[in-house]
């Protein structure tokens, strides 16, 4: 037997009684007064302009948010290495170490072999300002001496 619903009619092939219970239980007699009606309705409005009111302070903050990473990103271009790609003149004095003029392979060469052979190191090649120098000052010469945009500093 199928109890499929089609329409308001149960499959006509059900015995009577159990057609009329089976009625009895899809049944919604229950009748919500309008004064309930319009609480649930009013409090559901409600809840819907407080969850508006937090979207748009979602939607300001968010704003704010991409507001101060512009100006973060602003301020990192402006301190960041010119447009032909050259780093800043300081950094370029200090990554110049054996000061041909010009930060090359050679530079981070030099300071890798003086690292590998245990030599003394001279403090002005701690490139990254950590402290210490080490194989990421030699990391951070050979990227400034190969650096795509395929400028030397001078």
């Known amino acids: 037997m199928a109890f499929e619903q089609q329409g308001n009619s149960i499959e006509p092939d059900l015995p009577p009684r159990l057609r009329e219970a089976i009625g009895r239980l899809y049944a919604s007699p229950v009748q919500v007064p309008p004064a309930i009606d319009e609480r649930v309705l009013s409090n559901a409005r409600q809840s819907y302009f407080r969850r508006g009111r937090a979207w748009r302070m979602t939607r ?3 704003a704010a948010a991409a507001a101060a990473a512009v100006v973060a990103l602003a301020v990192r271009v402006a301190h960041s290495p010119g447009p032909t ?4 003149p300081q950094l370029a004095r200090l990554a110049d170490v054996n000061h041909d003029g010009r930060v090359d392979i050679l530079d981070a060469y030099l300071v890798a072999r003086r690292i590998a052979d245990k030599q003394p190191l001279d403090p002005a090649w701690d490139i990254n300002g950590d402290g210490v120098v080490d194989q ?12 795509v945009s395929g400028g030397n500093a001078p």
Do not use: E, Q, T
């Open 85 to 88: 790609g050259s780093p800043r």
């Open 60 to 62: 300001w903050i968010g």
């Open 136 to 147: 990421k000052d030699v990391d951070l010469i050979a990227n400034m001496a190969v650096s």
